[in-house]
């Protein structure tokens, strides 16, 4: 198959959204079949009543069967689409079981994933499992941060395995397909994989920016083995003519590819009730409804596209909590049969991991709900004794972004501050104050953050989070107006 060249395989880094806010969950795996009062069935009847309401008021001249049950499906496959359609970016790019790795810090003329991170370097990949495991073989990373996040094709998160999880390497773990029963070899860490799609993301931290090339060859030391060779017989749907990321726009045509994707990677067993209320839309593995739908029936899952969008809306909105004028998400990284807020992720924030290894707060406002602007500058005072707690290894980071959400090029090259920020003042009792805005502030160069004239928002970003803001009791300090 045709690959793009080297220009897209950088822009694959954009389409790879890796933009986690805040995670929480349940592990996920394969549930027992529905009763009455369980996760699994409070989640179908959540995205049943979800899908009734919204086809309520079904438009005019459209199949009412069809309608409700595309908006379901259009609901509960979207993260699946949105991973099958990111797998044929990627894999038409690199291949499979092929690392892509950014050689670069992220800075203001990288346009291409909105709030990115200046931190880590990220390296990624789709896993093929189809001949067997797949083997990741890494080096020893010692006084570094470092994760490899694998995530199966319902955008759950399998596992991490990294800095938290087994320590400094070298190490050697297989991802094994499902219901495999081969034997590894000794030494060999096995990890039972869903689906027989993986995606792994990679994100390894540079101590500063002169450390970028010891990151860079460690990134060639990451290996991927695979036990055989595809067969064009086993090549999954979605190839290189796949599609794109969003899938908003794409119509019925989105129900065609969530058949392919269904085919490639069935879902696990506790959401068959979901499959059997999609056949009455005609919808299900390696099925294409749009191809021979009645006028009124194509209109349906055409048209049923906007209203699961606004229910997905909808449902992210309701999953934001507000702290000292910060927002943070719940509920993400492994979802279970939590259908609603699966989709919302999907669509905002591909790729969010456990709170145990990320947390994330976002903040467009000051503490009294005026919009952030350059011009009126702020300041961020952490108390002393109340920087962002995290374990060994991790690191915190507030960054700036415009209101396009990229970051704005600045006269000092800088675009977010935190805790390998060098030259960071302190106040005479250890609290710390950074100050954000167009001008830079008399005084206070040092933990001065530029920001444009218009307006701009903030990510705090905490990787390996201690205890108190895994539970809540730590909280991010509202942002307020500067002293004259």
């Known amino acids: 198959m045709s690959r793009p060249g080297h220009l897209n395989r950088w822009r694959l880094l954009g389409v790879l959204g890796i933009a986690a806010l805040v995670v929480a969950g349940a592990p996920a795996g394969a549930a027992s079949p529905t009763r009455a009062g369980s996760p699994a069935n409070d989640g179908l009847t959540t995205l049943r009543a979800v899908a009734a309401s919204a086809a309520a008021s079904a438009p005019n001249g459209v199949n009412p069967t069809t309608y409700r049950a595309a908006i379901e499906a259009y609901i509960w496959g979207y993260p699946l689409v949105v991973m099958a359609r990111t797998r044929s970016t990627l894999v038409c790019a690199t291949g499979a079981n092929t690392f892509l790795n950014q050689t670069s810090l992220t800075g203001p003329t990288t346009r291409l994933v909105v709030t990115p991170n200046t931190d880590t370097l990220y390296s990624s990949a789709f896993l093929d499992l189809r001949s067997g495991p797949v083997t990741l073989r890494i080096p020893a990373l010692p006084d570094r941060y470092y994760v490899f996040q694998l995530l199966d094709m319902y955008t759950n998160t399998i596992a991490n395995i990294g800095t938290r999880t087994i320590g400094p390497g070298p190490a050697s773990v297989a991802v094994t397909p499902p219901n495999w029963k081969g034997r590894l070899p000794a030494g060999t860490r096995r990890l039972d ?7 792994v993301i990679g994100r390894t931290l ?18 991927l083995t695979s036990a055989g060779h595809r067969t064009p017989e086993t090549e999954p749907p979605l ?17 065609g590819d969530l058949g392919a994707a269904l085919a490639a990677n069935p879902p696990p067993a506790g959401d068959a009730p979901v499959l059997q209320d999609l056949r009455a839309a005609g919808i299900g593995p390696g099925l294409n409804p749009a191809t021979n739908a009645s006028p009124a029936a194509l209109a349906a899952l055409t048209q049923s596209v906007r209203a699961a969008n606004a229910a997905i809306a909808t449902a992210a909105a309701r999953n934001l909590t507000r702290i000292n004028g910060w927002s943070q998400v719940q509920h993400l990284g492994v979802y279970g049969h939590n259908y609603l807020t699966r989709a919302a992720v999907a669509e905002a924030a591909l790729g969010a991991n456990v709170p145990a290894e990320s947390v994330y707060y976002t903040a467009a406002v000051d503490h009294t709900g005026t919009p952030l602007v350059g011009t009126r500058p702020v300041t961020l005072h952490f108390a002393a004794g109340q920087l962002p707690p995290v374990e060994r ?14 970051l704005v090029a600045n ?15 302190r106040n005479a009792d250890g609290s710390l104050d950074l100050y954000l805005g167009a ?10 953050l530029p920001a444009p004239p218009g307006s701009f928002n903030l990510v705090l970003r905490a990787y390996l989070p201690a205890a108190p803001i895994r539970r809540g009791t730590w909280q991010p300090p509202t942002v307020g107006p500067s002293a004259p």
């Not at 540079?206 to 290996?223: G, I, K, M, S, W």
């Not at 690191?395 to 396009?404: A, C, E, K, M, R």
């Not at 006269?411 to 003042?425: F, K, N, S």
């Not at 001008?439 to 206070?444: C, D, K, M």
């Open 439 to 448: 001008q830079p502030p008399a005084g206070h160069d040092a933990n001065w």
């Open 411 to 425: 006269p000092i090259d800088r675009y977010a501050v935190g805790d390998r920020t060098a030259g960071l003042q």
């Open 193 to 199: 994989a869903p689906t027989l799609d993986v995606w």
């Open 393 to 406: 290894h991790g690191f915190w980071s507030v960054t700036l972004y415009g209101p396009d959400h990229y």
């Open 206 to 223: 540079p101590r500063n920016a002169a450390d970028v090339p010891n990151v860079v060859a460690l990134q060639h030391e990451y290996d």
């Open 239 to 255: 190839g290189c003519g796949g599609g794109s990321v969003p899938t908003g726009a794409s119509g019925a045509s989105f129900f």
